[in-house]
Each structure stands twice: as structure tokens, then as C-alpha cells.
């Protein structure tokens, strides 16, 4: 959900998307720990892969919502079109240029 009357500094959402890249990490890091649980080769196997696989998701959510949180943020710039690129500015109208 995109608000395009959203203020483009607001300090709100860099605080939102650090929130969610920091449990992003921590997603990160019980997948991390899940599979090295998985390599250790206990007998045990399916809380290691539950582990692995919840940190996993979990990291790509929040990664994926940090993104989305910068993304409403802070819009990409509207595009030029191709004449003023170009140098070719817009004409002026007649009182305009009368009263230069």
C-alpha cells in the first residue's frame, strides 16, 4: 500500500526497515544454526530443519518487507521526458516573453 502524500525524509520508515532487517538477521542466523545442527549429523533431524527452514523464511519476509518499507518511502524520481533531456525546453507564451 503506497501513500504518495508521504513525506519522502520520514525518519519513521528508516526506523521500520531497521526493525525489520535486524530480524531479518535473526532469521538469518536460526537458519544458520539450523543447519549446522542438520550437518552435525545428530540422530534427531526434524527440529534442525524446522529450525533452518522458519529462520529461512523468516529472513526472507522480513528482508522483503524492509524493501518494500524503503520502496513507499522513498519513490523512484519521475522521469524526464525525452525534449527536455535534450535541452529543449518548453516555449514561453507571449506575455512572458514580452516582458522580459
Known amino acids: 500500500m503506497r501513500t504518495p502524500h508521504k513525506n519522502r525524509d520520514d525518519p519513521?520508515?528508516?526506523l521500520a526497515s531497521s526493525v525489520w532487517l535486524r530480524v531479518g538477521f535473526i532469521g538469518a542466523t536460526a537458519a544458520g544454526a539450523g543447519l549446522?545442527?542438520?550437518l552435525d549429523g545428530d540422530l534427531a533431524w526434524l527440529s534442525?530443519?524446522?529450525l533452518a527452514f522458519c529462520g529461512g523464511m523468516l529472513a526472507a519476509v522480513s528482508w522483503s518487507r524492509a524493501r518494500a518499507v524503503l520502496?513507499?518511502?522513498h519513490p523512484p524520481p519521475a522521469h524526464r521526458s525525452s525534449s527536455l533531456a535534450?535541452?529543449?525546453h518548453p516555449r514561453r507564451s507571449g506575455a512572458e516573453s514580452a516582458a522580459e
Do not use: F, H, I, T
Open 12 to 14: 519513521r520508515a528508516l
Open 36 to 38: 549446522l545442527q542438520l
Open 48 to 50: 534442525p530443519l524446522a
Open 71 to 73: 520502496d513507499s518511502a
Open 86 to 88: 535534450l535541452g529543449n
